[in-house]
């Protein structure tokens, strides 16, 4: 080996510094024959049961909301120009308050004329009713024919439908002019607010949302790829981002019965079965769902699959009390556009690498570390 060395050094020559930092690199490996250990390789690890929504306590989590369980978009009856809005979001209201108002003058115009319209119905009425009880009275002491007898009666009964109808047209005209006046039908807490003073509205057209009191829940959205895991008065617990670590208990309500078109997720709601008194609306929440109950197995992102020598589906383990890759056969389920289900062959504890399989050989010394770049300790 020594000869060898020697002899590429003559060739090589001391022309250039660059020629002297490669001759040091030949010498290098131009020692007594020694293997060189090389340094372990750093690989990012996951456990299992943390690596796709699962919590360390066998639970699946998914982001929610926190909703009303009665959430209702409130708008007038009636068209017109919006004069005045008393309230804003956040606002608590009582049932009956006064949310909005709109011009009530064509309204009261309009009632007006169906009033006039009413009364001279009614005095065609009262008209009509003496003139059949006088025909009446002609008729039985047989001063008046039977035929005219009958032509008051037939007046009468039309004065009386006429009546009748305008009575009806005045007081659906009251019942309009009512409807420029937007209230709360319930107690509850403005959540949206979709119209300003001065602007024409439609009739139905939102101008508010209001969130009832009483019951909240939590919207969150179920996975395509296990929605027949899920089913409604499933059990669940929920925690919320500000009291972290304290969890309330709950069970689903509702599960949409069509996927969303775009996200292809299935919306669904959970209601809180602890003291709500003190969620408000809007917080962000988890919702945990126990992995027994939804059926689900583990789950790993596709960089954490491998296939083996045979063609079997492998992922790297690592044990981090001696820090040594170990390729361990699984059998999985079927594949997800997030992942895909192991259903045996692997423990939830155990550390498995998420990327970076590829260049590993089984037993090789590695360096695990996790997401922020930290070393894996072990217990």
């Known amino acids: 080996m020594a000869m060898r060395c020697t002899a590429v050094i003559r060739m090589a020559g001391f022309r250039t510094a660059a020629t002297l930092v490669v001759l040091a690199a030949l010498l290098a490996a ?13 690989v990012l690890v996951a456990r299992a049961d943390a690596a796709t929504g699962h919590g360390a306590d066998g639970l699946s989590a998914y982001a929610g909301e926190i909703r009303a369980r009665e959430e209702a978009a409130l708008s007038f009856r009636v068209g017109g120009k919006l004069v005045r809005r008393l309230v804003d979001v956040g606002d608590r209201v009582r049932k009956g308050d006064l949310l909005a108002e709109l011009d009530p003058g064509d309204l009261r115009l309009q009632v007006e004329a169906l009033q006039a319209e009413l009364a ?58 009512a409807y420029s006046q937007l209230r709360a039908p319930q107690d509850g807490v403005v959540a949206s607010r979709q119209v300003e003073a001065g602007q024409v509205v439609a009739a ?18 179920l996975p395509e790829s296990g929605i027949r895991d899920f089913k409604v008065g499933q059990a669940v617990v929920i925690e919320l981002w500000s009291t972290q670590g304290e969890r309330i208990p709950g069970r689903i309500r509702e599960i949409a019965p069509a996927a969303d078109p775009q996200a292809r997720t299935y919306a669904a709601r959970a209601t809180l079965e602890g003291d709500a008194a003190r969620v408000d609306l809007g917080q962000s929440a988890r919702v945990y769902i126990p992995a ?33 890759a170990r390729r361990v056969p699984v059998r999985i389920g079927p594949y997800a556009a997030d992942g895909v289900a192991v259903l045996s062959g692997l423990k939830p504890t155990q550390w498995v690498v998420m990327a970076g399989g590829h260049l590993l050989h089984d037993g090789q010394p590695v360096l695990p570390v996790d997401r922020t770049n930290r070393p894996i300790q072990s217990n």
């Open 292 to 324: 027994a109950l939804s059926g689900n197995a583990l789950r790993l992102p596709l960089s954490a699959l491998h296939r083996g020598d045979k063609g079997q589906a492998v992922v790297w383990t690592v044990d981090p009390k001696v820090n040594k």
């Open 120 to 177: 001279a119905a009614d005095a065609q009425l009262a008209r009509a009713r003496a003139d059949h009880a006088r025909n009446a009275s002609l008729s039985r002491d047989q001063l008046v024919s039977r035929s005219a007898l009958d032509q008051q009666t037939a007046a009468l009964r039309a004065a009386e439908g006429q009546a009748r109808a305008a009575r009806a047209q005045f007081d659906l005209s009251r019942n309009q002019a």
């Open 204 to 221: 139905g057209q939102p101008v508010f949302g209001l969130a009832a009191d009483g019951g909240r829940e939590v919207a969150f959205a």
């Open 30 to 42: 131009c020692g007594n024959g020694e293997k060189v250990s090389q340094p372990p390789r750093p």
